[in-house]
């Protein structure tokens, strides 16, 4: 059976409100996105503590971080290195809450040559899906319109370029209406 969740900050950033309207739905988990005004890959020790007490106060699972990990440019060095640092905080974050998943993207998207460019967006992932073998996690792509992996379809491609079960899919219906 499914398990229904939502991501906190589309409610508010202050997590205890975010957490109290989950449980008055129903729901069952938390997807931290971004809390107190802060990523999850920038909250602090005691801040990660508060989280994990607000949602055990209201009998919620943290089971995934929605990271900005890979919403960087392809083409700068600079950035992938950043969020290679984004994704090992973000790690270290989802151990602490619980979490087994972690979303991200597939770099902003600067024209249509998807299949040109998806080696070299391979090659890119090596290192993160070492990060999550490691740490036993799961990456999932979202489809984004503003990143290569802009629908379903090439999401579908770039996971099975990517060949490996750290990864998988988050499809965002929305998202693929957007898509050129």
């Known amino acids: ?14 997590l205890e409100y975010a957490a109290k309207m989950a449980a008055e739905f129903g729901l ?15 909250l602090t020790e005691e801040e990660i503590a508060k989280a994990i007490q607000i949602a055990r106060s209201y009998n919620l699972e943290i089971p995934a971080i929605s990271s900005p990990f890979f919403k960087c440019n392809l083409d700068s060095p600079e950035e992938i290195e950043q969020h290679y640092e984004i994704l090992a905080k973000t790690i ?12 991200g993207f597939a770099f902003w ?14 090659e890119k992932f090596q290192k993160p899906i070492a990060m999550l073998k490691e740490a036993g996690m799961t990456l999932a792509l979202e489809n984004e319109p503003s990143t290569y992996n802009c629908n379903a379809a090439r999401t579908v491609q770039l996971i099975e370029a990517l060949n490996s079960p750290q ?7 929305g998202n693929d209406i957007y898509s050129l």
């Not at 998207?109 to 391979?122: A, N, S």
């Open 1 to 14: 059976m499914f398990k229904k969740g939502v991501i906190t900050d589309e409610i508010s950033q202050d």
């Open 28 to 42: 069952s988990g938390l997807e931290l996105r971004s809390v107190w005004n802060k990523g999850v890959h920038e």
């Open 92 to 103: 270290s974050a989802a151990k602490k809450l619980g979490a087994k998943i972690i979303r």
């Open 109 to 122: 998207r600067k024209g249509p040559d998807f299949d040109e460019l998806l080696p070299q967006i391979v």
């Open 167 to 173: 990864v998988k899919a988050v499809w965002d219906a």
